[in-house]
């Protein structure tokens, strides 16, 4: 089985403080993603990485960075908190060099900024 | 038109019901289709891959119609552990998103 594993199920930070929300798998997975979901607007892609080093922006990169120094490793960071990004956390890895293959979620980390 | 739309719901059904949702998708191009399954404040997990020829689960049927570009859901003999939101999810060549997830369906199975 495919095992993604989020440092964090919850986490509060407050405002202007800098996050790092840490993911690992353990399938050797050449792809991996970070999303955010909230209620009514589904899931939403930020940030994902096809390769050691590698990242691409998704649909709402704006107020996050990543980086993958490993291959099973793939950090998301909020480079100064805001209030509004308050919201669920989910990384995911797939395998291979195309985007037609499923996605393997982690437990998701609940994230308030106060 | 949006990449991946699915009825929201909730779709509230009894015991042993038969429920089929439905999918839509707007990139003729796309190739991977998905079921996903998501409990209450859980992650979303793999219910199953759809194919062309369709393809079944134990109580679980999935279908593809590239025609309408829509793919469906079945479940017959519904339990109350099926209740959950199920998220349709489609590959896409276009802008950032490799794989597009819908915004799923509710479903509440009742006693």
């Known amino acids: 089985d495919v095992k993604v594993t989020q440092s964090s199920r919850y986490l509060v930070k407050r405002t202007g403080e800098k996050v790092f929300l840490e993911c690992v798998q353990d399938?050797?997975?050449?792809?991996m993603f970070w999303y955010r979901q909230d209620p009514g607007l589904g899931l939403r892609l930020i940030y994902f990485?096809?390769?050691?080093?590698?990242?691409e922006k998704g649909d709402i990169p704006e107020g996050y960075s990543v980086s993958r120094e490993k291959k099973e490793r793939f950090s998301l960071i909020l480079e100064s908190a805001s209030t509004n990004q308050t919201s669920m956390y989910l990384c995911?890895?797939?395998?291979?060099?195309?985007?037609?293959?499923?996605?393997?979620f982690g437990d998701g980390t609940r994230l308030s900024i106060l | 038109r949006k990449e991946v739309e699915q009825d929201p719901g909730p779709f509230n059904v009894p015991e042993g019901a038969t429920v089929a949702f439905n999918c839509t998708y707007s990139n003729s191009a796309s190739q991977s289709f998905f079921w996903y399954r998501q409990d209450c404040r859980k992650e979303p997990k793999l219910l199953m891959s759809?194919?062309?020829s369709g393809n079944e689960d134990g109580r679980f049927t999935a279908q593809l119609n590239r025609a309408s570009q829509y793919i469906s859901l079945l479940i017959r003999d519904s339990k109350l552990s099926d209740s959950a939101t199920y998220l349709c999810?489609?590959?896409?060549?276009?802008?950032?998103?490799?794989?597009?997830f819908g915004k799923g369906t509710r479903l509440s199975v009742i006693a």
């Open positions: 990485s096809y390769d050691v080093k590698m990242k």
């Open positions: 999810v489609v590959n896409s060549y276009s802008g950032n998103t490799p794989l597009v």
């Open positions: 399938m050797d997975h050449e792809n």
């Open positions: 995911a890895s797939s395998w291979g060099q195309n985007s037609n293959q499923p996605q393997h």
């Open positions: 759809v194919y062309s």
